[in-house]
Structures are given as C-alpha cells and as structure tokens.
C-alpha cells in the first residue's frame, strides 16, 4: 500500500506556523508535534497547506494542525506485538518480519532501519496486525 500524494494529518508543536503549502516539517524530538526544519534536522514531509485557524480566522499557535505530503514512499506496515511508536521515529526490520520499535530493534548495530513513524502521535499496542504508517526511501532510511 503506498500513496505518495495523501495528505496525512499532524499537530504542530505549540508556536509553530505554517503560512502556506511547501514548507518543510521535522518532528519536534518525541513530543508527537511537528515543527519547521532547521539546519541538519530529517525533514518528514511537506505542508500541504497553511496551519490550522480559529473559527474567528485567527492563527491556532497552540496545538494547531497542518495537513502534509510525506517526503519519500508511504507504506502502510505490520508491527510487532507491544511497540511505542511516536512521531518521526525511526522503524526498523525486525526478525519476525515485522517493523519494530529502536527499543526492540537493537539500534542500529541489529536490525536495519526501513523508515520513519509518520502516524498521529504515539501508537502503542499489545497484539500484532496493526498497521502503522512508514515513510520509507528518505532521510535515516535506507
């Protein structure tokens, strides 16, 4: 399953804008947020279109969400059971087949890493046969 085109959904870290399409996001550490790429940083995707507004029109500046364009292929994947996944996370292969989490993997001396977590925010499940999103083919990835 890959869709480069579909415009996934994400929050912004609190203070962060974004004025329009074409701007380049980054998460914002493990806080589940997305914010503007600096220098050195691994860019996730680009906006699709300006943040979120209040009803009056205003700019949201806490909180608001901002509709992006992955950078690379976006895979939907099957995980190992009991694995947290958060925003820009890397994902790695797994022994079973399956992604895992860089707790699981082994880092990067283990398991090779496939891509980074694009979901909404942290997915934390107990059972396999949950599908989480996997940006692959850019950045970290291989």
Known sequence: ?????????????????VAGPGYLLTN??????LDLVTWGETVLGVSADESERDSSGLVTAAGATVGFRPLGGLLIIDKKTS????????????????????????GSTTGKIIGIY?????????SAGDLI???TGVGTAN
């Open 1 to 17: 399953m890959t869709n480069k085109e579909e415009v996934r959904s994400a929050i912004l870290k609190t203070g962060t804008t």
């Open 28 to 33: 914002d550490g493990t806080s589940n947020t």
């Open 83 to 106: 694995q947290t996944f958060t925003t820009g996370l890397p994902v790695y292969a797994d022994n079973s087949g399956l992604v895992a989490d860089g707790d699981d993997s082994g």
């Open 118 to 126: 694009i979901g909404e925010g942290v997915t934390t499940s107990s």
């Open 133 to 135: 999103p996997v940006m």
